[in-house]
């Protein structure tokens, strides 16, 4: 495709895609450089997967929706309560044995159900030496983290250097450091794992790729040669999908990407409920909606190509399996019907019942 390799307006899309943009989404769009909204940017590459119709599961993923203003009681600027498990400006320490980094607030195209949308709105670039400084104190008076989850935004936003030289400074900080790189640009945007980045990985080994990956449709000719081209070079890569109304909540669909996700060699890993980020309940499916999806496709699928149905508790109570035990009662308040959610701990958590 011609034109530039991000899109970030009206102009640059497909002209069939801009063409099916509606008056209220154009002028919603028109919102997005202020008040800290989440902006709007899709690569070319993923808009050319798109259908142009409202309704289209992989349109929806990255074209501004007015809806986005409307926001529920539930709703949270932190959904997964990253701050009560703050250890530095940018490092997120709530499982004694890993830690997450958020290395950027940049990606190269916007989902526009980001459990982190509030963080991306601020735009933050990647990550500088005196907000670095802290997180590798922090990691060498904790020996029990094995595993850092460096994720963002999207690293890979971040060029090769720089991500050598984080790569460095982390192993020095805990030698031997597992490095998890979370990413959608594989899927998103091939070209940017070309065989030096690729090369990158294999000399920081150990190191595995999670990679964000929501519909079969995703998995284009270019991105199959990019996941054969990782696993030939040794480099694990599992697969997140977030369960999304009207894009991906059939258990048959869904079966068709786990299956085709095994075939390559991809582990699927989790299926995320959506988080209660704000102006996202137009893409939740409601918790008892998931669970039945969920046993139907344990039905359609060997346990090899069976992610883990998880939800992030709202507020910083974690992340657990979902299955129907994990339904400890529910209650009618003022905001609404809700479920309690047993935690790790066994303390009780709530989520929407509707969405
Ligand atoms: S790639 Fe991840 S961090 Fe970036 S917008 Fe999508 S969900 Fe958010």
Known sequence: MNGPVIVSSLENLPPSLAASVTPE????????GSGGRLPFSVT????????????????????????????????????????????APRLIHQYRDRALLKTTGICAGYCRYCFRRVWMGTREGFIRED??????????????IREILVSGGDPLTAGDK???????????ARPGILLRICSRIPVVLPSRITSELIALFREWRPLRMVVHLNHPRELAPQILSVFAALIDAGIPVHVQTVLLKGINDSPELLAELFRECADLGLTPYYLFQGDLAPG??????????????????????????????AVDLP?????????DRSIAGERRTPRGPEYLLRG????????PKET
């Open 25 to 32: 989404e154009k002028a919603y769009l028109g919102t997005l």
């Open 44 to 87: 070319s590459h993923f808009a050319s997967l798109a259908e142009p119709s409202g309704e289209d599961p992989v349109r929806r993923q990255f074209f501004p929706d007015p809806r986005e203003e409307e926001r529920t009681p539930w709703e949270l600027d932190d959904p997964l309560g990253e701050a009560c498990h703050r250890a």
């Open 131 to 144: 907000e670095l400084k802290p997180v590798l104190e922090y990691l060498s008076a904790h020996p029990e």
């Open 162 to 172: 720089q991500l050598g030289g984080l790569f460095g400074e982390l192993r020095r």
């Open 280 to 309: 996202t309940a137009h893409f939740r499916v409601p918790l008892e909606a998931g669970l039945a999806i969920y046993r139907h496709l344990r039905k359609l699928v060997s346990g090899l190509a069976l992610p883990v149905y």
């Open 315 to 323: 507020g910083g109570g974690g992340k657990i399996p979902l299955h």
């Open 344 to 351: 790790p701990d066994g303390s009780l958590w709530s989520y």
